[in-house]
């Protein structure tokens, strides 16, 4: 996917152990966070859903994609 990052790619870029989803979202989209938020859980519960019922075994923080 085009100018995406995973949650694992960023744990590894940024390995300061106070780095969090808490953390990015306040520095990307500082704007407009609630919305960020709101976006973020949707497409997480919806990619948690279908990984679910579809009995899908790759769940790991290198699927999980970020954008802006």
């Known amino acids: 996917m085009p ?8 744990k590894k870029k940024f390995p300061n152990k106070e780095w969090t989803l808490k953390t ?3 520095q990307y989209f500082a704007d ?3 919305e960020a938020r ?3 859980v949707e497409s997480l519960a919806g990619y948690s ?5 579809f009995n899908v075994k790759d769940r790991h923080n290198g699927n999980i994609l970020l954008d802006s």
Do not use: E, G
């Open 24 to 26: 990015f979202f306040s």
């Open 3 to 10: 100018d995406t990052n995973s949650i694992d790619y960023l």
């Open 32 to 34: 407009d966070i609630d």
């Open 49 to 53: 859903l279908f990984t679910y019922l």
């Open 38 to 40: 709101k976006c973020f």
